[in-house]
């Protein structure tokens, strides 16, 4: 989560949000905090290149692609996270993912991961964003939410302490199809949903 409201969280508090129209969304600081296990394989493997993983929070998955020996960059505006990436070795950037960011145009591949394609409420410019990001061939790795149809945007509200209102999104698979074409990218490649509690898509240009 790149919204520094947050840090509470990420500092290992519970919390969830709760979106405007009613829905709880647990946020699950104890799985950003460990290590990258075999749930985020399928967003791993698929990392041929150099990554940088918008929304990083503490930093696991760019700590298990270094790990690899892939060249990865995490970006999160969170001061806590900075500090918990520091901690961990993970390179990172604290700043905002609509902000001018190190390699532009030159990433082989874009996270967005344990929720993240939610930052900023619009699911389209934030995909294009990713989509800008990236050299050619390169692509945007998606965690989708349990829900292939949903297609939610509104305002949420950050439990806890330091929590405040924020812009969010929820997708579906079956949504982000629909919405890739819009950004300039298509859904190339989803998880196997009988194999994890988690789904994923991958989405290249075109």
Do not use: K, Y
Not at 34 to 52: K, N
Request: glycine share 16%; aromatic share 4%; proline share 6%.
């Amino acid at each position: 989560m790149t919204a520094a409201g947050f840090d509470a969280v990420l500092a290992g508090r519970s919390g969830h949000l709760v979106r405007d129209d009613g829905v709880v969304i647990p946020l699950d600081a104890g799985r950003w905090g460990a290590v990258a296990d075999a749930d985020d394989a399928w967003l791993l493997d698929r990392c041929s290149g150099p990554v940088v993983d918008l929304g990083c929070g503490p930093g696991r998955l760019v700590a298990a692609l270094t790990a690899r020996g892939i060249t990865a960059l995490g970006v999160d505006s969170s001061p806590v996270a900075r500090a918990q990436c520091r901690r961990r070795g993970a390179p990172m950037v604290r700043r905002d993912v609509f902000d001018r960011l190190p390699g532009e145009g030159g990433w082989a591949h874009v996270l967005l991961a344990d929720g993240n394609i939610g930052i900023g409420g619009d699911p389209v410019r934030l995909l294009a964003r990713a989509a800008d990001l990236l050299a050619p061939g390169g692509t945007v790795l998606v965690e989708t939410g349990g829900d292939p149809e949903e297609c939610w945007r509104g305002i949420a509200q950050a439990t806890g302490p330091g929590g405040h209102r924020v812009r969010w999104a929820c997708v579906g698979a079956a949504a982000l199809r629909a919405l890739a074409p819009a950004a300039g990218l298509s859904v190339t490649a989803v998880s196997d949903p009988t194999a994890s509690s988690r789904a994923f898509a991958e989405l290249a240009a075109g």
